[in-house]
């Protein structure tokens, strides 16, 4: 027993010590960031250059059966063939934080001139995005941003500020700027929710919205069925409830099924970000007015045109440079490598029927 | 018959052509990158076989390790969070791990319960503490000195870090199974656990250790997949429990305990892996990556039980 004892006390006085000198968070977030990658600031941009022939992408979404994901890289593999560049969409089944690693070691290894991705985690991604950048792959994320010193570019959907600035409007457009509104959101820690949540309040903030209060955010956790509970227990609970917002194409539709099968069907209003096939019924039969989503073939579209102006160096990934993007016209590079596709589009009755995702 | 068709040569043999056929279909496969990640990607699923190959043999089962990978992940990223040395981290990680472990070999050889029963359960329980921990959050931004080391080759060698302690470890535990009384004690108690028992062997304390090793190996692996991925998350790592059996049973371990051997283990982790890289460099789809390993899985298993139901038959009966 005492050899084992003496292993103890020798291990918990080296964790004691280790404790007190180690390498701490703090240590390394006081160090100094990183350059940014040398291939960007080294290559210089010629905006008039023309996009090179039979370009090899690939698109990995979070998973490979997400039919939002599935559009959006369809719309990217067709954008592809109109400047004679060759598309494929690969990724793993579950939407997990590291499924996504082993396939972009694999697309490094097959020569790809670019990979676009859905990243799962910002994070976990980081380390063969960069091995990739290293053998001279462009990467650009899309939907959903790598840490930003991962990629050269990602493409936004929109701007978190405008798409919650534009909920808010929509609907107080809707009430006519008055009455108790709620938010149903995705789960409580939601980042995309919660930032677009955080614009809405400070948005309500403005003076012209002070006759509208928002008395509660409720979470559905993006699961059909607790989305549905919780637009029932909001309704019961705010009886002079006038307004909700849903944020999330699975909360609102959940909340549109609840709606229009109750006794608030045309006494509240139900607006958020939703998919016109999901939606269409709603609005057809008086549920819903109007709603919001960016067009996600357009996100495919200008991801793909984008990944083609990196490799054929119309752009580097700098702040200001300008690129054409075929049918969708010229954009210019943000900030961090952001482009924005654009403010979110608003369906309604009369437009619904020219969609189809 | 006996020697040369033993299951795990074989498998080893399997091994052979699929590398073979890699090198000569896909040009990206039997380069000193692709290899060295796809050894890299292994690292986890191949520390913790060691010993789960050990628990096998004598005849118990780990179900809990991805678990156990998943709240040392999720304590490290905590703890880190919260300001404390990353080299005081790793141990207490590692040290929960042993916990865990302990729990399990208690619950097993205390109480007599069933490792399959008893791992299913702890397997949620560890998961559910690891969101306690952690919540739905994800913690990055490591130590880039620690980081590295999960990630880039021995100096020299296509070998990351964390294989190249996984054939130190490989090393010690052939030697173990293979060389030393200990070793044969675990054969006996899989083979036949009373017989064990009469012989003196003390079952009940070695199977408690192996549980107590399986728990802090799977701790350590958490804290390589933490570093590996630079992101520390409560879902880290769900499934691989899996991944791993299914390497052991590949590898010739037979569930029943008492049979197999180390070397046929790793070559059925090897051949998991490769094979999978191979198939996505040919952009194979995963359902059938999924349906190629499952139908491997299941023909590794009848194969050795059709070999001894055919072979009495062919000698006329004994």
Redesign the interface.
């Given at each position: 027993m005492t050899p084992m004892r003496l292993t103890a006390v020798t291990?918990l006085l080296?964790?004691g010590v280790?404790?007190?000198?180690?390498?701490?968070?703090?240590?390394?977030?006081s160090a100094p960031a990183p350059a940014p990658a040398s291939s960007s600031s080294a290559a210089k941009a010629d905006p008039n250059a023309p996009i090179k022939q039979g370009l090899k992408l690939a698109f990995l979404p979070k998973a490979?059966n997400n039919p939002y994901e599935t559009i959006v890289d369809n719309a990217g593999i067709e954008a592809a063939k109109e400047y004679q560049g060759e598309a494929?969409e690969?990724?793993?089944?579950d939407a997990?934080?590291?499924s996504q690693?082993?396939?972009i070691?694999?697309l490094?290894?097959?020569?790809h001139d670019a990979i676009l991705i859905a990243a799962n985690?910002?994070?976990?991604v980081?380390?063969?995005l960069q091995?990739a950048r290293a053998k001279g792959i462009k990467i650009v994320a899309y939907d959903s941003d790598a840490?930003p010193e991962c990629r050269d570019l990602f493409i936004n959907q929109a701007s978190s500020e405008e798409v919650g600035r534009s909920q808010v409007k929509l609907l107080a457009g809707m009430i006519g700027n008055k009455g108790d509104i709620a938010i149903l959101s995705a789960?409580a820690?939601a980042t995309n929710q919660n930032t677009w949540i955080k614009f809405m309040k400070d948005e309500l903030g403005k003076p012209e919205y002070k006759d509208m209060k928002l008395v509660k955010v409720a979470y559905g956790d993006d699961d059909d069925q607790k989305s549905f509970t919780q637009t029932q227990g909001l309704l019961q609970a705010y009886p002079n409830l006038k307004g909700i917002i849903s944020p999330t194409t699975v909360g609102i539709s959940a909340a549109a099924r609840y709606i229009s099968g109750s006794k608030y069907k045309g006494k509240v209003v139900l607006t958020g970000l939703g998919t016109p096939n999901q939606m269409r019924q709603f609005v057809k039969d008086k549920t819903v007015e109007k709603f919001a989503l960016w067009n996600p073939k357009d996100l495919g579209y200008l991801a793909s045109y984008a990944a083609a102006a990196l490799v054929s160096g119309q752009i580097t990934g700098a702040e200001g440079e300008t690129f054409k993007a075929g049918k969708l016209g010229e954009r210019t590079i943000g900030k961090q490598g952001e482009v924005i596709l654009g403010p979110p589009f608003t369906f309604d009755a009369a437009n619904i029927d020219q969609f189809d995702y | 018959m006996a020697k040369v068709l033993r299951w795990d040569v074989l498998v080893g043999a399997l091994l052979i052509a699929v590398f073979a056929a890699g090198s000569l279909t896909s040009p990206?496969?039997a380069?000193v990158?692709?290899l060295s990640?796809?050894l890299g990607?292994l690292g986890e699923i191949a520390l913790i076989a060691l010993a789960m190959t050990m628990l096998v043999v004598a005849a118990e089962v780990d179900l809990s390790v991805a678990s156990v990978l998943g709240l040392s992940s999720a304590l490290v990223g905590s703890l880190?969070?919260g300001?404390?040395?990353?080299?005081?981290i790793i141990?207490?990680a590692v040290l929960t791990g042993a916990v865990c472990g302990l729990v399990n070999g208690l619950l097993v050889t205390r109480l007599g319960l069933p490792s399959l029963a008893v791992t299913i359960g702890t397997l949620a329980l560890y998961r559910g503490l690891a969101y306690v921990v952690l919540?739905?959050?994800?913690v990055?931004?490591?130590?880039?000195?620690?980081?590295a080391l999960a990630?880039n080759d021995v100096p020299g060698t296509p070998i990351p870090y964390p294989i190249a302690v996984f054939v130190l470890l490989a090393a010690a535990v052939g030697v173990v199974l293979h060389a030393t009384g200990f070793g044969r004690a675990l054969y006996a108690i899989g083979a036949q656990e009373q017989a064990a028992f009469f012989a003196g062997i003390r079952v009940k304390r070695i199977k408690l250790l192996l549980f107590v090793i399986s728990g802090t190996v799977a701790a350590f692996a958490g804290v390589v997949?933490t570093l590996?991925?630079?992101?520390a998350?409560a879902?880290?790592?769900?499934g691989i429990e899996l991944a791993v059996i299914a390497a052991v049973l590949l590898g010739g371990v037979d569930f029943d305990g008492g049979k197999g051997t180390l070397g046929g283990v790793i070559a059925g982790v090897l051949l998991i892996g490769l094979l999978?890289?191979l198939l996505?460099?040919g952009?194979v789809?995963?359902?059938i990556q999924?349906i190629v390993t499952g139908l491997l899985l299941i023909v590794s298993v009848l194969t050795p039980r059709l070999v001894s139901l055919v072979r009495p038959a062919l000698k006329g009966s004994p």
């Open positions: 291990a080296a964790l280790a404790a007190c000198s180690g390498t701490t968070k703090s240590t390394v977030t490979i494929k690969v990724g793993p089944s997990s934080a590291s690693i082993s396939y070691n694999t490094t290894q097959q020569g985690d910002a994070n976990a980081c380390g063969p091995q840490a789960t820690n | 990206g496969f380069t990158d692709n990640f796809a990607d880190w969070d300001g404390m040395a990353i080299e005081a141990p207490i919540g739905d959050r994800a990055a931004q490591f130590p880039p000195d620690y980081t990630v997949f590996r991925y630079g992101s998350r879902d880290n790592g769900v999978r890289n996505m460099l952009d789809s995963t359902e999924s």
